[in-house]
């Protein structure tokens, strides 16, 4: 009986290491079959990139055979500019040590046509940590993806910065323009956060996040970085289900326009100053002294200010003017107009050429006994020039002066208000101007209106 029982579990033994060796050469077999027939493309790669491993779909997907491919690189199938284009990008991913997937590429077949490619694959380590190569798988999707490398290649190459950000802000995807911005290249980018690149770039797209979640349009803004100006617009990148999951950006450089705009800008400035200004003295015209005068007496009547207008008048201008000649004559007037515009120190005080050898100055917030006190400086300011003139009884160039005050408020028990207009103004400063003269000139003569 223990001979039998012995006989039995001998012949059981033998039986399982028997099927146990079958099942394991089986299952070897089956996982062979698996990774062979897979329409997947299997490889290894060392550090360096070459081939340690091929499965056999190699052969159908480029030509080659397994053995074709174990020692060799990728790059060595693949046309030259493919091979330096992948190459870069590859690095960039070896270098940081890190898995990648979706990475599509133009590889030559045996008979030389092209093939293009998915590949993705994670980092191998050994038991240091260090980089021992990758593992990864290579897909067939030549159907659409020449279509998709040359959208690629526009995205890539477009003029305009291009990207895509994650919810924490890193780069998911850049093109060379916004890669070039940060001197980087669009592989480095990848995974780099824009708010550590670009501070102000990193604050406005936590402000279109905020936005965007809460189902707001994002608005297009304008930026200047670095020298430069961006014209920036968003948009929000959602999932399936509608999470806000990134957005897509995009940066013009508008620059040159911001340029156009700023130099449009000063010459409409220079034009306006020019269509205010006197050309001959530099001063304001007559137009712009009725429009300043006009708004300085609504703000005087607003805030019941004093409100002063000084009219200076060159004397004896004309025997000046026929003696000395005209050229003489605009050298005098302007002479006088600096002399005017010195002794109106003010920074508020309009001096303005009111026509021929006449000049009119705004006093705003003013009053009589000041406005006296300026007349009478600028009188001295012109004879204090000593610009000879034998025509004149005073020997050199002096100047009469009509001041007129208006102190805005009711004159009147039935509360008519005070005559404080434009031509009110320039009318009283024009009879002060006349009494000053009639008063033997090179004098100051002044008249209030209540």
């Known amino acids: 009986m223990r001979a039998t029982h012995r006989f039995f579990r001998t012949a059981a033994m033998t039986f399982d290491a028997d099927t146990a060796s079958v099942f394991q050469e089986d299952s070897?077999?089956?996982?062979?079959?698996?990774?062979?027939?897979?329409?997947?493309?299997?490889?290894?790669?060392?550090?360096?990139?070459?081939?340690?491993?091929?499965?056999a779909r190699v052969t159908k997907l480029l030509g080659h055979t397994p053995?074709?491919?174990?020692?060799?690189?990728?790059?060595?199938?693949?046309?030259?500019?493919?091979?330096?284009?992948?190459?870069?990008?590859?690095?960039?991913?070896?270098?940081?040590?890190?898995?990648?997937?979706?990475?599509?590429?133009?590889?030559?077949?045996?008979?030389?046509?092209?093939?293009?490619?998915?590949?993705?694959?994670?980092?191998?380590?050994?038991?240091?940590?260090?980089?021992?190569?990758?593992?990864?798988?290579?897909?067939?999707?030549?159907?659409?993806?020449?279509?998709?490398?040359?959208?690629?290649?526009?995205?890539?190459?477009?003029?305009?910065?291009l990207g895509t950000v994650d919810r924490e802000g890193r780069f998911m995807l850049a093109n060379q323009a916004m890669a070039g911005l940060f001197g980087e290249d669009a592989a480095g980018l990848q995974g780099r956060a824009l708010a550590q690149l670009f501070t102000q770039g990193g604050q406005r797209m936590t402000q279109d996040f905020l936005l965007a979640e809460a189902g707001h349009p994002l608005p297009h803004h304008e930026f200047a970085w670095d020298g430069r100006w961006f014209f920036a617009e968003a948009r929000p990148l959602a999932d399936a289900v509608g999470r806000v999951i990134g957005l897509s950006v995009a940066w013009t450089d508008i620059t040159r326009r911001k340029h156009a705009e700023q130099q449009l800008t000063a010459a409409n400035q220079q034009l306006e100053r020019y269509a205010q200004q006197d050309y001959l003295t530099g001063l304001y015209n007559r137009r712009y002294l009725d429009d300043r005068l006009?708004?300085?007496?609504?703000?005087?009547?607003?805030?019941?200010?004093?409100?002063?207008?000084?009219?200076?008048?060159?004397?004896?201008?004309?025997?000046?003017?026929?003696?000395?000649?005209?050229?003489?004559?605009?050298?005098?007037?302007?002479?006088?107009?600096s002399a005017l515009a010195q002794g109106a120190v003010r920074p508020g005080d309009v001096v303005s050429r009111y026509g021929g050898e006449e000049f009119v100055v705004v006093l705003c917030g003013t009053d009589a006994e000041g406005a006296l006190v300026v007349a009478e400086r600028l009188r001295a300011a012109v004879a204090a020039l000593q610009l000879p003139h034998a025509g004149s009884p005073f020997s050199h160039v002096t100047a009469s002066v009509g001041v007129v005050t208006c102190q805005p408020g009711p004159r009147t028990a039935g509360g008519e208000a005070a005559p404080c207009t434009v031509p009110d103004l320039l009318r009283a400063a024009d009879q002060a101007l006349y009494a000053a003269k009639h008063q033997g000139r090179n004098r100051v003569a002044q008249q209030v209106l209540a």
């Not at 329409?39 to 499965?55: N, P, Q």
């Not at 020692?71 to 500019?81: E, H, V």
Request: proline share 5%; charged share 20%.
């Open 67 to 161: 053995d074709d491919m174990i020692g060799r690189t990728p790059f060595d199938f693949m046309p030259p500019a493919e091979a330096e284009r992948v190459a870069q990008v590859f690095g960039a991913i070896a270098g940081a040590a890190r898995p990648f997937a979706g990475l599509v590429n133009r590889n030559l077949h045996a008979d030389g046509h092209v093939v293009v490619l998915e590949t993705s694959g994670v980092p191998i380590f050994d038991a240091h940590g260090t980089l021992r190569g990758y593992r990864g798988i290579d897909r067939d999707i030549s159907a659409v993806g020449e279509r998709y490398l040359q959208l690629e290649s526009v995205y890539a190459t477009a003029p305009v910065a």
């Open 28 to 55: 070897v077999a089956h996982l062979t079959a698996l990774i062979n027939d897979n329409s997947d493309w299997i490889w290894e790669v060392d550090a360096a990139g070459r081939y340690t491993y091929c499965s």
């Open 294 to 337: 006009a708004r300085e007496i609504a703000r005087a009547l607003r805030n019941r200010q004093p409100l002063s207008l000084c009219m200076a008048d060159v004397d004896f201008f004309k025997p000046y003017n026929d003696t000395q000649g005209h050229i003489a004559g605009d050298e005098c007037l302007r002479a006088v107009a």
